[in-house]
């Protein structure tokens, strides 16, 4: 299945290897969906997209995020390079976050390495209120300071952790679900939980 990323500006599939003309390609739409805005080859299937402004930063299985233009330029540029497979990105206009299998990594636009934060299965990562807010398999929710470089748990978790998201109204949610339930597909089990953060 494609993976999708929205702004106001319009949407972003990025296609995983299907064997079609859409293998491996990133395709950047209009808001109305009418208008091809851009489309992208990628030397690899995508695993993880974010879309921030001209940029949609994509992950893939070997630790690996490019920044695809949407625009007529296309351009594909390598931006930075971790272990494992991406789960999720989240940018701002000085950096770059990353999960993976493997860790929770920032490439900072100032520097030239990309940094390890934090070892770990990371599941997903979020920009909340001044912080990252990671998710780590079978461990719980953290909250890492940009500023000081600190965890602390947000959420001790008995389920795994499917996905983060924060809302402009400073509401962090968090969904899991029992990883040892029968249906994933309805959720049998889970529970979305959320907190003023």
Excluded: C, M
């Amino acid at each position: 299945a494609p993976l999708l990323g929205a702004d106001d500006d319009g949407f972003v599939l990025a296609f995983p290897k299907t064997g079609d003309r859409h293998s491996n390609t990133v395709l950047a739409l209009s808001s109305d969906g009418k208008d091809e805005i851009a489309s992208s080859t990628l030397a690899k299937a995508p695993t993880a997209i974010r879309v921030f402004g001209v940029h949609v930063y994509v992950g893939d299985a070997d630790g690996k995020i490019v920044s695809v233009r949407r625009d007529a330029s296309r351009s594909i540029t390598n931006v930075a390079q971790g272990t494992g497979v991406v789960r999720n990105i989240a940018a701002t206009n000085d950096a770059v976050y990353f999960a993976t299998s493997k860790g929770l990594y920032v490439k900072e636009a100032a520097e030239t390495e990309t940094r390890l934060l934090e070892a770990g299965d990371i599941t997903d990562v979020v920009l909340a209120n001044g912080r990252l807010v990671y998710a780590e398999e079978g461990k719980g929710v953290f909250a890492y300071e940009i500023e000081g470089g600190k965890s602390s748990k947000v959420y001790l978790q008995k389920k795994q952790t499917r996905d983060l998201f924060y809302s402009s109204k400073k509401q962090l949610f968090i969904a899991d679900y029992d990883k040892d339930a029968k249906d994933h597909v309805r959720w049998s089990g889970g529970s979305l939980l959320f907190f003023k953060y």
